[in-house]
């Protein structure tokens, strides 16, 4: 197994070097990691957040471990050249339509958890994220002046049926596959885009008459997701509500640094990374939580190479590191992020 490693910016080199710690540990000889640079870190070295090089690394590999893009020394540069545009670039290349986004309260986290007693224990939910469409890639988009000469920026939110119908139907099967329902969550009062959506949604719900299936207002759904978000199983959303709500719906488990992700496409391809950003703030201090890279690592043994008994062995021992008190920061320790590694890694054995 290849896995092209492509650990980033800021917090990513530390989150990610605790990830392939663990997976090494649990596949040992069989895996072998292939670095590439991407983001600011690769800017700097070649004038491109995502190289050629890098891209075709991507390509060629059984799976991606991404730690994260984001620099400040970069706010500057025009989008284009932007780290941020490096994982874009990779999701749109590759295809990877599907953004899974697991939010589980682990019950020994449950006093970490902002929403204390009023969080169900159990929680555990998938958002379904579509990811290669929505405003972040319609055109137009630009900067201009108007008709009063004014600047304006202006960005276009645009789906096609395709991409409806395909990731309704991922957002169908995972909810099949678990408790049967599916929430989808839209903003079809007032967007087209969103009215779309709805309509191809109850088409593809169709094909699935043993799912149940609900849906409900962005703005709602980001109220319910604080007050209640046991009420949810799967949520099929697009790319810019799905990103803000599992944002959210990761500070109601705990600690954004908890949550994984994979990025599927069609043949099975995948990236795995941590939900959360760069962290500027904590890069380098070794504050980071890892344990959302770890768990990525473990959704990419289960989506990508096959290996559930692997992930599960990996998603166990995060279990039992935080029944045993393992806390870094964010979750109201002092443990350093290798120190949270090593807790795993104790775990595991
Ligand atoms: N997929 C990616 O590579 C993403 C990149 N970004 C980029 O990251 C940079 C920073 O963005 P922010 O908005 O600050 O979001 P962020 O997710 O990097 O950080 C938000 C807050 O959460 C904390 N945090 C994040 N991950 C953590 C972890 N593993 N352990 C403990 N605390 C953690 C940070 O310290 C910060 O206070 C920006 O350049 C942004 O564009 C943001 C989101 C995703
Ligand atoms: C390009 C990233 C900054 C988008 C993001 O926040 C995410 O995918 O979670
Ligand atoms: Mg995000």
Redesign the pocket.
């Known amino acids: 197994m290849r896995i092209a490693l492509l650990a ?1 910016d ?2 990513g080199p530390e ?1 990610t070097a605790e990830a392939v710690k663990i997976l090494k540990a649990v596949v040992s000889q069989e895996i072998e990691f292939d670095e590439a640079l991407i ?1 600011g870190a690769a800017w700097k070295v070649t004038g491109s957040p995502l190289p050629e090089e890098t891209l075709k690394l991507c390509k060629n590999s059984d799976a991606i471990l ?1 730690g ?5 020394e970069c706010d500057h540069l025009e989008r284009a050249l932007r ?2 545009q490096a ?1 874009l670039g990779l999701r749109k290349e590759l295809d990877l339509f599907a953004n899974l986004r697991p939010a589980r309260l682990f019950p020994e986290l449950q006093a970490e958890s902002p929403l204390k007693e009023n969080i169900v224990t159990g929680t555990d939910l998938m958002i379904v994220r579509e990811l290669t469409g929505d405003v972040y890639f319609g055109t137009p988009r630009g900067q201009r002046k108007d008709d009063q000469n004014r600047r304006e920026g202006f960005d276009t939110m645009r789906y096609n049926e395709d991409e409806v119908k395909r990731i309704a139907r991922i957002g169908f099967e995972t909810a099949r596959s678990r408790s049967g329902n599916l929430c989808s969550i839209d903003k079809s009062n007032v967007l087209e885009t969103s009215q779309l959506w709805r309509t191809v949604v109850l088409e593809i719900a169709q094909e699935y008459p043993d799912v149940e299936l609900s849906h409900m207002y962005v703005d709602n759904a980001a109220m319910q997701l604080v007050r209640a978000p046991d009420q949810f199983d799967v949520i099929v959303t697009g790319n810019l509500f799905g990103d803000i709500l599992s ?1 959210l719906a990761s500070a109601c488990v705990g ?3 908890l949550l994984p992700s994979a990025s599927l496409n069609s043949e099975g391809k995948g990236l795995y ?10 890069a380098g201090l070794g ?4 344990l ?1 890279t770890i768990l990525s690592g473990a959704m990419m043994l289960r989506y990508s190479l096959k290996r559930e008994a692997d992930a599960d062995r990996i998603e166990k021992a995060v279990s039992t590191a935080l029944e045993k008190g393992a806390r ?3 979750l109201g320790g002092k443990m350093t992020t290798s120190e949270m590694g090593n807790a795993v890694l104790a775990a595991l054995n």
Do not use: M
């Open positions: 980033g800021g917090i989150i983001g991404f994260s893009v984001g620099d400040p780290p941020e994982i944002d600690s954004i640094g990374e941590p939900i959360h950003g760069s962290a500027p703030d904590i504050k980071a939580n890892p959302a870094t920061a964010d």
